[in-house]
T-cell receptor
Framework: GAVVSQHPSRVICKSGTSVKIECRSLDFQATTMFWYRQFPKQSLMLMATSNEGSKATYEQGVEKDKFLINHASLTLSTLTVTSAHPEDSSFYIC???????????FGPGTRLTVL | SQELEQSPQSLIVQEGKNLTINCTSSKTLYGLYWYKQKYGEGLIFLMMLQKGGEEKSHEKITAKLDEKKQQSSLHITASQPSHAGIYLCGADRTGTASKLTFGTGTRLQVTL
């Protein structure tokens, strides 16, 4: 149990385009999912908390209009990077809480490269 | 300053040797998570510690949380090449198991 998937695993896009990344909980329901960003050889930074049926909560310094989050169902959250630029290139990882102690289980990540 | 410090930053050990990775917080934690990450991949959940003095083991990996709940160690016994990767500690500062703050990571290499 507690498997989280992400799609796509890799995406390359041109500057100015928008990219959507999906995060799914495969065998459990997740009312809350989290989106992290990781730069090369650096740790994970929480971007936002995605809440099913309500607006996402963004961390300080994260642009809401740049990184659109939609949590339309109990098993799916999406992160859309709008008008992507090369500086948005990064590794994006989602997670979902599961279990009695609310452990966070992570997806395999999505590597975004903006040309 | 970094709220969650990990040491060492990198480690190279010979197969079969034991090793310890440390994670130190400047503030008391509600919970401490250990994850393993291979480059370019997601995080694999290893263990979660919540109580002061708690110790958990899984196969050859043991994690401890000190009584003050500010320091944790991850100990690997008889390391194997499969243990290679990046080990990250994550801190729960709110008690809600959300908003995990991660350490800088420890890159482990296991040589034959």
């Amino acid at each position: 149990g507690a498997v989280v998937s992400q799609h796509p695993s890799r995406v390359i896009c041109k500057s100015g385009t928008s990219v959507k990344i999906e995060c799914r909980s495969l065998d459990f329901q997740a009312t809350t999912m989290f989106w992290y960003r990781q730069f090369p050889k650096q740790s994970l930074m929480l971007m936002a908390t995605s809440n099913e049926g309500s607006k996402a909560t963004y961390e300080q310094g994260v642009e809401k209009d740049k990184f659109l989050i939609n949590h339309a169902s109990l098993t799916l959250s999406t992160l859309t990077v709008t008008s992507a630029h090369p500086e948005d290139s990064s590794f994006y990882i989602c997670s979902a809480r599961f279990g009695r102690n609310n452990e966070q289980f992570f997806g395999p990540g999505t590597r975004l490269t903006v040309l | 300053s970094q709220e969650l410090e990990q040491s060492p930053q990198s480690l190279i050990v010979q197969e079969g040797k034991n090793l310890t990775i440390n994670c130190t917080s400047s503030k008391t934690l509600y919970g401490l998570y250990w994850y393993k990450q291979k480059y370019g991949e997601g995080l694999i959940f290893l263990m979660m510690l919540q109580k002061g003095g708690e110790e958990k083991s899984h196969e050859k990996i043991t994690a401890k949380l000190d009584e003050k709940k500010q320091q944790s160690s991850l100990h690997i016994t008889a390391s194997q090449p499969s243990h290679a990767g990046i080990y990250l500690c994550g801190a729960d500062r709110t008690g809600t198991a959300s908003k995990l703050t991660f350490g800088t990571g420890t890159r482990l290499q296991v040589t034959l």
